[in-house]
């Protein structure tokens, strides 16, 4: 099992920055990527970046250039900067861990942003 806790989010203006991050516990050793999604109101979740064991990561194209995924032992960071209003959304931390052939998906509860003059 693994449990994902995120932290970071709050009220910003536009332009502004924000660092989310997302701690794992658990079962650690056996995540292969971990990501992060973001669902706004009235809105499916979507993703917003990922990052691999080995550092690779990759974006979507509304938020590349503007932020930051990174990886620090079993703490998963994303650092939001340049902040428009349509990036208000709850954030959600995501981890993939494969073990014994086995897939699953993990995912925290979430942390608002909210991107406001």
């Known amino acids: 099992q693994v449990q994902l806790v995120e932290s970071g989010g709050g009220l910003v203006q536009p332009g502004g920055s924000l660092r989310l991050s997302c701690a794992a516990s658990?079962?650690?050793?056996?995540?292969?990527?971990m990501a992060w999604y973001r669902q706004a109101p009235e809105k499916q979740r979507d993703l917003v970046a990922t990052?691999?064991?080995?550092?690779s990561t990759h974006y979507v194209d509304s938020v590349k250039g503007r932020f930051t995924i990174s990886r620090d032992k079993n703490t998963v960071y994303l650092q939001m900067n340049s902040l428009k209003p349509e990036d208000t959304a709850v954030y959600y931390c995501?981890?993939?861990?494969?073990?014994?052939?086995?897939?699953?998906?993990?995912w925290g509860k979430g942390t608002l942003v909210t991107v406001s003059s």
């Open positions: 990052i691999t064991r080995g550092g």
């Open positions: 658990g079962s650690t050793f056996s995540i292969y990527t």
């Open positions: 995501n981890a993939v861990r494969e073990w014994l052939s086995i897939t699953t998906n993990y």
